[in-house]
């Protein structure tokens, strides 16, 4: 494979990786001078063809899906090397790892960056999903890593078409299976929630560093995601938090209805995570003034007897003289607190007021919001996020205005509104060229581009109306929403004309339906022929139909016959005898006009002996002469459609 150019464009520069379904390969595309990756399927898959069709079809729909964190799929085509049929996917070359591999090198991640690198899968499955595209593969080897840390999710649509083809036994399944949904591992139908549980796998394999089921029988471990208690991944790493516990423990139900209904759910309670929302609620207590509830001193202490009631049958103790009834005793209490109130009420609001704390408003433009939540949280006042706004020359996250001044005074718990950055969303541009306005309107709709027409140019190659070019082109890359500009044809500068059907008509009649055309007769050839009689025309320079410049002129040959009528047979057997055949075109009633064409084969040598119009529905009988072993084959509109050969 090193060094072949698929479609006279990509040419292969070296062998990067072998997956359970094929080869992948790093290659130079030469048409947009860029490095890309060409995953080819193995032979063993070609002789399937509902395999291929579903393969393509479900690479094409991948190929919708467009965001940073997908690996982009180009181009899907299928070329011949060595005699056999490669298909193959072309896709955007990604330098870096797999999250398989920095699981290896690292043994487990920190738990933010597992949480960052899971909201990070989310996006992507997001975009995915909102499609009704399911992943059903997601593991750690299919997830790569950029040197500057993003996640690229790779893939999409193929595990469709892998469960779908008896090859089983193979290394793809045996390490997927450790990943698989309790709903894949039995056999039975999946949506985006399947995803969700895998991903869950992945998680906890970057929190512990291996999975949490293991054999060495593939059908074992999937048993186990369908039987076994799911451990948390605090069992095996003290330091996970039990948010992330909980967040794990619902991607990894064993009933679909049970986990989260889909992957905006787990972005938003990672963030809580990632921004201590959790720590802020369960570290929330109420603060008493003090004085106005008794102390713990006035409670028994430990190892202090409480006072009995009176026992059974016995007196209780006697009253002292000259003491208050109980009830009254509480009534002058309550007078006495209401009346304390109403006059040291100012001066204890005064007091808790002078407490109360003045803070400056930070700059938080440029931070990233978990670094801007927890300089809030430090100086006591909060942050909310209002807006966001798409923008790809800061990170995602970034903090791009404020709705308060820095330096301006702030209360405790007071709100600062920020606007945020997103990540533009970009769209892989298609091939619009030779379509109709309508026709590329429609593509771009579906992909959410604009269509804006440059400039009308002539044309003699594109027909009128049709896209001549387009910027960009295709392939390239362009912002969600963006808009693709085209030159349209204004069809040949010079008049076109049709060709008329010449074929069994004289001369004179050739050149009066050759002018009535506006076009002349070119140069008149002989060619032995018997489909049509002597000196009419069995050949024309043209198909009848096809549009060429007025004025033009059409070389024709006519049907010429032997000189000498008279032949003298050779002996009886010998292989030089002349015989006579009838080759019979009977074709279905379509009423289609269709061009037939015969040729001879005689002696390794192959001549036309003609063509001719014959409508669908017509049988037509056209006689020829050859000797033993000659060959007459039938073409119609350029198809074989069947061979004699003299017997």
Not at 113 to 136: F, P, S, W
Request: glycine letters at 8%.
């Amino acid at each position: 494979m090193i060094g072949n150019i698929l479609a006279d464009r990509y040419e292969i520069l070296k062998k990067i990786g072998t997956g359970g379904m094929g080869d992948v390969f790093q290659a130079h595309d030469r048409r947009l001078d860029r490095i890309v990756a060409i995953k080819t399927l193995k032979t063993e898959y070609n002789d399937d063809e509902n395999f291929i069709r579903k393969f393509r079809r479900e690479s094409l729909a991948a190929a919708s899906i467009s965001h940073p964190n997908i690996v982009s799929i180009y181009d899907v085509g299928v070329e011949t090397v060595n005699d056999s049929d490669l298909y193959y996917i072309v896709m955007e070359f990604i330098d870096g790892k797999t999250l398989k591999d920095l699981v290896k090198e690292e043994g487990k991640i920190s738990q933010n960056l597992a949480l960052n690198y899971t909201v990070q899968i989310c996006e992507a499955l997001k975009v995915a999903h909102g499609k009704d595209i399911v992943h059903r593969d997601i593991k750690s080897q299919n997830i790569m890593l950029t040197k500057d840390n993003r996640i690229k999710v790779t893939d999409f649509g193929i595990a469709r078409v892998a469960g779908n083809t008896t090859v089983t036994a193979t290394n793809a399944v045996m390490g997927s299976v450790h990943y698989f949904s309790p709903e894949q591992a039995r056999g039975q139908t999946v949506d985006a929630r399947s995803d969700i549980y895998s991903l869950g796998i992945v998680l906890f394999e970057m929190l512990t560093g291996q999975v949490p089921f293991d054999s060495e029988n593939p059908i074992t471990v999937a048993l186990m995601h369908v039987q076994n208690r799911m451990p948390l991944p605090s069992e095996l790493n003290p330091s996970v938090s039990p948010a992330v516990d909980h967040i794990f423990s619902k991607m990894t139900e064993k009933k679909p209805q049970e986990r989260y209904d889909n992957v905006s759910q787990i972005i938003t309670d990672i963030k809580d995570v990632l921004l201590n929302r959790q720590a802020q609620e369960v570290g929330q207590t109420t603060v008493m003034a003090p004085g106005l509830f008794p102390s713990s001193s006035a409670q028994p202490s430990k190892g202090q007897a409480k006072k009995e009631g009176p026992e059974e049958g016995k007196e209780g103790p006697k009253k002292k003289k000259g003491s208050l009834p109980l009830g009254m005793l509480g009534a002058l209490v309550a007078v006495l607190c209401i009346a304390g109130l109403v006059f040291a009420g100012p001066k204890i609001k005064n007091f808790f007021q002078a407490e109360e704390m003045v803070i400056a408003a930070d700059n938080l433009v440029g931070l990233t919001l978990e670094e801007a939540q927890a300089l809030a949280n430090e100086k006591g006042y909060q942050i909310k996020v209002i807006a966001s706004e798409e923008r790809d020359d800061v990170a995602e996250n970034t903090v791009l205005s404020q709705d308060v001044e820095p330096n301006t005074e702030l209360k405790e718990d007071d709100v600062v509104g920020v606007t945020v950055s997103k990540l533009q969303e970009y769209v892989v541009v298609p091939d619009l060229e030779n379509m109709s306005f309508d026709q590329a309107q429609r593509i771009l709709d579906r992909l959410n581009l604009k269509l804006e027409i440059a400039k009308y140019e002539d044309d003699d190659t594109v027909p009128k109306d049709r896209i001549i070019s387009q910027n960009p082109i295709e392939g390239a890359s362009i912002a969600n929403g963006g808009t693709v500009s085209v030159v349209m044809s204004s069809g040949a500068n010079e008049e076109m004309t049709q060709v008329p059907n010449l074929t069994g008509v004289g001369l004179e009649k050739a050149k009066e339906l050759l002018a009535l055309q506006n076009l002349e007769l070119g140069s008149v050839g002989e060619k032995e022929n018997y489909s049509v009689d002597e000196g009419e025309v069995c050949w024309q320079q043209y198909a009848p139909g096809s549009q060429v410049k007025e004025g033009t002129k059409v070389d024709v040959y006519i049907a010429s016959r032997p000189q000498e009528e008279e032949e003298v047979d050779p002996p009886e057997g010998s292989e030089d005898k002349t015989k006579r055949l009838n080759l019979q075109v009977n074709l279905s009633d379509d009423g289609q006009e269709h061009m037939v064409e015969i040729k001879k084969v005689s002696g390794g040598k192959e001549e036309s002996l003609g063509s001719f119009s014959q409508t669908g529905g017509e049988t037509t009988s056209t006689p020829v002469e050859g000797k033993k072993g000659d060959q007459f084959i039938i073409y119609v509109d350029g198809s074989k459609y069947k061979t004699e050969t003299v017997q």
